[in-house]
């Protein structure tokens, strides 16, 4: 376990240090639309509409905006806890990193998600594209990260990736790469 | 038939606590190994196999990663103690199942790569050989 949580700590996703707040980072930054939301979850900005991609999320993404972050297999739609999903699988599972993307509409909000994640050994709150956001992993971030982000007071989306190689350069910092591919969603669902 | 040998990793003896959701997929405080053989054409496939396996894994760490997040249904200390441990299985914690499934991918990239220098080994085994009874001028 002291491996582990060595490993959690070396890698650049912020570790929690408890009774430090992380230093907030802000991942992308597409220009604000729709109406602004008094939502009593603090998302500050305007709502997002989820239902865009809620019955297309592999719409999410679009093949210019995928290309640079690697090569995937054919995009999986799926409906999971938090609700419709898709998922980019790296074409080779042991080089390149994948990503699950889903539109949470189930009513879990992003505050559920940091409350739910704040304890754990890799978690930092931030933004991206000007919404509150938070990245986690259950164990060390050297293969995973999760990225949520409050779109509303009702509604989130949610990133989550992976990485098998170590030499890949998303494994250096998996949450800056799921922050990074959150941050294009936002921009989608902006646009 | 040209077999190759290979050691397969393994995970060790299931943890105390917790144990019970990681403990399916091989819950191991340390990982040993198991001499096994394939043959040669047919180790593409076993790589495969074991990739897609590793695919298998990824999708089910996710969902252990939605299962925590899942709030009680009630409000009575019973479904709060039960939502409790659902997520210390389902984490990080050693013997939850973030734990066990991190153990397990780590063990067959392991065996892969164990594989394919096998597979190396071989040809280069091979291509001395062949070299070897090459007639000299």
Do not use: H
């Amino acid at each position: 376990m002291a491996m582990l949580v060595t490993v959690g700590l070396a890698s650049g996703c912020a570790a929690k240090d408890p009774g430090r707040p992380s230093a907030e980072t802000s991942a992308g930054g597409a220009t604000e639309t729709g109406t602004k939301s008094s939502s009593p979850s603090g998302v500050s900005g305007p709502d997002l509409d989820l239902s865009k991609f809620a019955s297309n999320p592999c719409g999410a993404l679009t093949a210019d905006q995928l290309a640079p972050l690697g090569s995937f297999k054919a995009p999986e739609p799926g409906t999971g806890t938090f609700g419709p999903n898709c998922w980019w699988k790296a074409t080779k599972v042991l080089e390149g990193a994948g990503y699950k993307v889903t539109m949470v509409t189930n009513g879990t909000t992003i505050d559920t998600f940091i409350d739910t994640n704040k304890s754990l050994q890799v978690f930092k709150e931030t933004t991206v594209g000007g919404l509150k956001a938070a990245s986690w992993d259950q164990t060390n971030a050297s293969a995973n990260c999760s990225t949520a982000v409050g779109t509303s007071s009702k509604g989130a989306i949610l990133v989550q990736m992976n990485i098998e190689n170590t030499n890949a350069p998303e494994s250096k910092d998996t949450c800056a790469a799921s922050e990074k591919v959150a941050a294009l969603v936002v921009q989608n669902l902006k646009g | 038939m040209a077999l190759i040998g290979f050691d397969a990793i393994t995970a060790g003896g299931p943890v105390g606590a917790g144990a019970g959701a990681g403990g399916a997929i091989g819950a191991g405080l340390g990982a040993s190994t198991t001499k096994m053989q394939v043959d040669l054409a047919e180790a593409p496939k076993l790589i495969a196999g074991l990739e897609a396996a590793i695919e298998k894994l990824v999708e089910a760490y996710q969902t252990s990663d939605d299962l925590r997040v899942v709030p009680s249904p009630g409000k009575d200390p019973y479904s709060d103690s039960a939502t409790t441990v659902i997520r210390q299985s389902a984490g990080n914690d050693p013997g939850g199942y973030g734990w066990a499934n991190l153990k397990a991918r780590e063990a067959l990239k392991k065996t892969i790569e164990n594989i394919k220098k096998s597979i190396a080994d071989y040809s280069q085994t091979d291509g001395s050989a062949g070299d070897s009874l090459t007639p000299k001028d």
